[in-house]
């Protein structure tokens, strides 16, 4: 834990020497707040059917949709991004060298980017509790489990990306494929019913459609975990799944770099 | 050319060979990368390709406490042995031990006793402070917290930057980041300390003060068992008790510095004087104690430079001075002509050729 936190301190002492871009990072937040709001009350009365076991308040699924895509989008590239630059420049070559676990590091490297986005997503909601979106406090909890699973899910598919980067030193289209298809069958902007029939079985495999009816199901409309939990199951399938391949992948790729010589080449 | 392995491992130097056990042990050690092929290539067979050899049946031992060179030309595979060596590329076959534990199979214990410097100054964070990149690489090595603050202050010391410890590595000098680079290795009071190329980017004066520094600081106050990979011959006879020469993946020799120094070196001397004609000059060739003398520049500004090829060694030098000396000949000058890594290694191959025709 203590490599860890120490990963996590130097990227946030990285993060704070670039004071501009910290500023932009939390700036843009409340920038894109205010058109949500003033758009989603806008379109309220078109979406209230199709979000009716959703919370209800479109506004409050807009919020939970992006906040969620924050963390999505955090966990697919984070890993692959710190992989690469890490060959590129040889600090992956020199914390391989320590006697760090694996594991451990890609926790470390991972551990600032999610960090940061918690601060964001939670900015977001407080921004959006202040204009009257609705919130069950009592299922904080679930939530907090369910962000956990849809971030295992995530995170698993960007070491899977790092792997690639790792022995070809490109994610292909894997990263970016993946944030296209949840973005537009996972939910975040509109309900998975609106979608038509035959795409719409597509979001079935997609772990952010579990992930994000199970949260604004508990957090907008405080249902209890017995109403959530078939959402639930299949997401935690969908993170162990996920998980047990990502690390396999990335042993492999490992494995390989080390047989190729390439964990480093800059 | 093939080298036989008897042939090198009659190269060993057994005059310094300890008593102790070898920390690195060194035996059959062979790597060879795929060679990238062209997309023509690559369509005409999917499969296949051909592969160069990085390292060839490599053997060595190196004992506690030793500065040991390993020199080649790039190439030559003095990083692929160290890569090896820090477990970050795996060996075909072969094996090589670090304090008792396999590379392959003891992973983890290996980089518990041994670091590689990496010399890539980028890998540092030059956003942050030396400290704070310390701090970070002291977790890493499993220090506590507190452990970690009283090492880092110790290691900026040793490596003199104690006082620039507060400011960003963005400000430093490349001889200030390599010797941070030092200090990060050397948080973990590792057993053996891998060196490749650390005075590459350095100006000739930084280099010299940072061989001292390596010399002085690491081996001596330290302790540490160090491999210095270079292409620098004159670094390595500076520098080293022990010296491997390595040539196209081939560990071609493995001896006392001294002792290559003495086998590899010419007899030959530079000397700036005056009156080149001189009867003593003649007499000294005259006599056989200088095989060959060559006017290599004439009168500049009264003294000409001349290229003695002395007989008798140090000793025959000695006598050749002596004689220039006591004959009233103004000597500014009288050096040993330096031997370039090529004519190491062309030297050395010429020599285990004879040894493998003698055997």
């Known amino acids: 834990m203590l490599r860890v936190m120490a990963l996590l301190r130097a990227s946030w002492l990285t993060a704070t020497s670039y004071r501009l871009g910290l500023v932009f990072s939390l700036g843009g937040l409340v920038a894109t707040f205010i058109p949500l709001y003033f758009i989603a009350s806008t379109l309220q009365p078109l979406v209230a059917n199709s979000i009716q076991d959703e919370g209800r308040q479109y506004f409050g699924f807009l919020v939970l949709g992006m906040g969620t895509m924050f963390f999505v989008m955090t966990a697919v590239h984070s890993l692959a991004q710190a992989v690469g630059s890490g060959i590129g420049n040889g600090t992956l070559e020199a914390m391989l060298a320590t006697p760090s676990r694996v594991p451990t590091l890609l926790g470390g490297m991972i551990a600032y980017p999610l960090a940061w986005t918690a601060v964001r997503f939670a900015l977001l909601v407080m921004l959006a509790l202040g204009v009257g979106m609705p919130f069950a406090w009592q299922r904080l909890p679930a939530a907090f489990g369910i962000i956990t699973l849809i971030i295992v899910a995530y995170v698993s598919v960007g070491l899977i990306g790092a792997a690639l980067v790792l022995a070809f030193r490109t994610a292909g289209p894997l990263l970016t494929g993946t944030l296209t298809i949840s973005t537009l069958l996972g939910g975040v902007y509109y309900s998975t019913s609106v979608i038509p029939s035959w795409i719409q079985s597509l979001s079935a495999v997609v772990p952010l459609t579990y992930g994000l009816r199970a949260l604004r199901r508990t957090l907008l409309s405080g249902a209890s975990l017995e109403v959530v939990g078939r959402d639930i199951m299949v997401l935690a399938l969908f993170a162990t799944g996920l998980a047990v391949m990502a690390s396999w992948a990335f042993a492999g790729a490992l494995r390989y770099a080390r047989r190729t010589g390439t964990l480093a080449q800059y | ?359």
């Open chain 2, 1 to 359: 050319m093939s080298m036989a392995p008897v042939a090198l491992m009659a190269n060993v130097d057994t005059t310094l060979q300890k008593t102790t056990d070898p920390v690195v042990r060194v035996q059959g050690l062979s790597k060879s990368f795929a060679v990238r092929r062209s997309w023509g290539e690559m369509l005409r067979a999917l499969r296949g390709g051909s592969s160069v050899y990085a390292l060839r049946d490599v053997t060595c031992d190196i004992y506690p406490g030793e500065f040991f060179g390993l020199l080649g030309q790039n190439g030559a595979g003095k990083t692929t042995l160290f890569k090896i060596l820090a477990t970050l590329i795996t060996p075909d076959t072969g094996t090589a031990q670090v304090a008792g534990y396999d590379v392959t199979r003891h992973a983890a214990e290996v980089r518990q006793v041994l670091t590689p410097v990496i010399a890539n100054e980028r890998s540092l964070n030059w956003r942050l402070s030396a400290y704070e990149n310390l701090r970070l690489y002291a977790a890493l090595h499993g220090l506590s917290p507190s452990a970690g603050e009283s090492r880092i202050t110790e290691m900026l010391e040793v490596v003199q930057l104690v006082d620039v410890g507060e400011k960003t590595v963005g400000a430093f000098s490349s001889g200030m980041k390599q010797r941070l680079l030092i200090a990060r290795a050397l948080l973990a009071r590792p057993e053996v300390l891998l060196l490749d190329e650390p005075t590459r980017s350095l100006d000739p004066i930084s280099a010299r003060t940072f061989r001292r520094f390596l010399r002085e600081e690491i081996v001596q106050r330290l302790g540490c068992t160090v491999m210095l990979a270079t292409h620098d011959a004159d670094e390595v006879f500076e520098l080293c008790d022990r010296v491997g020469v390595l040539h196209q993946g081939r560990l071609l020799t493995v001896e006392g510095t001294e002792q290559l120094v003495n086998r590899v070196s010419e007899p030959r001397y530079q000397v700036w004087l005056k009156s080149p004609r001189h009867p003593a000059l003649a007499e000294l060739v005259r006599d056989q104690h200088v095989a060959h003398m060559t006017v290599l520049a004439g009168d500049i500004e009264g003294w000409s430079r001349v290229e003695l090829e002395i007989r008798g060694g140090v000793d025959g030098a000695a006598f050749v001075l002596t004689t220039l000396h006591h004959a009233a000949i103004e000597v500014a000058r009288f050096e040993r002509v330096a031997v370039s890594l090529a004519d190491v290694i062309e030297r050395v191959v010429s020599s285990l050729g004879h040894e493998e025709h003698g055997n």
